[in-house]
């Protein structure tokens, strides 16, 4: 039996800062909203935002609302709401919840934010299929719902080297974006504001890598899911790039000072695939309890976009897109794990395995054998879901982890 360590997490400072800006980018979306000036986009999470951003939409992104109905436990009541209309309880269940919690018309923002008492009603919706097929079928069900444009791009997937060719096609994709949305919004797209939304999201990403990489030491897997939401909500703006520098200043100091995120880490460990939304605080504790340090993610590092390049707009926004690891091939992606698991010098990954997320799940087709016999680093699957807590079981989960983070300590 593993003993119970009792350790303290370290609170980061920056978090009431963050907080005080997702605060304000919510409020902004609702005037946005009641404003006929304005227009309101939904945007997919690695969608052309930078594109909306740099003609004046209002950016909102349905898989951050559904995130934060995981988040809040509200998902699992919701879910079954999407069901009832015929959705499957096996998609996506960020999908269902936020369905689900449109019928019933509530919304997480509404408890977190005084006088917000809905979503931002979009004037359209913009998806691109890199990530997933469930993202074009939520937002086709609300173009039909709010008969709102759904427009978007088909990506390739399953891309071991991103190709020219590759880069053409969603570029051109892209284009074919630009005269619609400027009809929606009255405006010509600049350029030059282009140019510059995609240089603040390439600093963004770069200043997100940096807080990262200092996970050496201070920065747990939990945390990084609360601290990216900038990077996801706010890429390509100023706001976002003044953050991480904030973020950034306190973990190096962090560092420097020799505070870490765990004290007395045994285990460092690399978790592959989605966080489990409405246990964010219990396996971050568990984690701690067990000494063990989840200090690196896919999940996480999947905000890193290096190829924005503002002197290049759109083939830099399409090449991006398309390096998102979601989109690659096994084969690259076992590469990438390799460095990672190097280059945070991890004891053990585990793998969630989300019942409701194929695309994010990354277990179920042998890569954690051949990673151990590549790498020797030993993997444990624990199934569980985003956002239906229906498909975890808490004392399995725990049984697991303990058993898997005895294994590494006797292994040392
Ligand atoms: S990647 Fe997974 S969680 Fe994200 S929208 Fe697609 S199915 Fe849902």
């Known amino acids: ?73 509200m998902s699992t009541d919701l879910i079954p709401v999407a069901n009832a209309i015929g959705y499957s309880p096996d998609i996506c269940s960020y999908l269902t919840a936020d369905i689900g919690a449109w019928l019933k018309g509530v919304t997480p923002l509404s408890r977190a934010y005084e006088g917000i008492e809905s979503v931002p009603r979009p004037d359209v919706l913009v998806f691109n299929t890199n990530q997933c097929r469930d993202v074009q079928d939520w937002f086709a069900w609300y ?19 991103v190709t020219d060719a590759h880069i053409d096609d ?24 282009l140019r510059e939304t ?20 201070p920065l747990t897997f939990f945390d990084g899911t609360i601290h990216m939401g900038p990077a996801v909500v706010l890429r390509g703006t100023q706001t976002a790039v003044e953050y991480y520098r904030v973020l950034l200043a306190e973990l190096r100091q962090r560092v420097q000072d020799g505070v870490g995120a765990v004290d007395g880490e045994c285990a460092r460990i690399y978790w592959e695939g989605m966080p489990v939304w409405g246990r964010l605080r219990q396996h971050s504790e568990m984690f701690a ?13 999947s905000w890193i976009f290096p190829a924005f390049d503002g002197r290049d707009p759109i083939r830099s926004m399409a090449k991006a897109y398309l390096e998102l690891f979601i989109v690659r091939s096994d084969a690259y992606k076992e590469t990438y794990l390799q460095a990672m698991l190097e280059r945070f010098r991890i004891d053990g990954i585990i793998y969630h ?21 590549a790498t ?15 498909c975890l079981s808490d004392e399995q989960t725990r049984t697991n982890a303990e058993a898997f983070i005895e294994q590494i300590r006797e292994g040392k």
Request: glycine content about 4%.
């Open 289 to 301: 309890d067990l000494g063990a340090n989840v200090l690196a993610s896919t999940y996480c590092s």
């Open 143 to 161: 173009s039909r719902e709010l008969s709102v444009p759904s427009i978007g791009i088909n990506s390739p997937k399953n891309i071991t080297e």
């Open 353 to 373: 395995d989300a019942k409701t997320c194929p695309y994010n799940t990354n277990s179920r087709y042998g890569m954690p054998k051949r990673l151990e016999r």
């Open 376 to 390: 020797g680093v030993p993997s444990l699957v624990i199934s569980g879901d985003l956002n239906d807590l229906r």
């Open 1 to 73: 039996m593993t003993e119970k360590r009792n350790l303290s997490r370290k609170p980061i400072e920056a978090a009431s800062l963050m907080h005080r800006v997702m605060a304000e980018y919510f409020r902004d979306l609702d005037r946005a909203a009641s404003d006929d000036a304005r227009k309101v986009a939904w945007c997919t999470s690695v969608g052309p935002a930078e594109l909306l951003r740099a003609m004046d939409f209002a950016v909102y992104f349905p898989e951050n609302h559904s995130a934060l109905l995981g988040a809040t436990r």
């Open 170 to 193: 969603v570029a051109r994709q892209i284009e074919a974006l630009i005269p619609l949305l400027e009809t929606i919004s009255g405006k010509t797209l600049s350029m030059a504001r």
């Open 198 to 217: 995609v240089d603040l999201s390439r600093e963004c990403t770069e200043l997100w890598g940096q807080v990262l990489e200092t996970a050496t030491a």
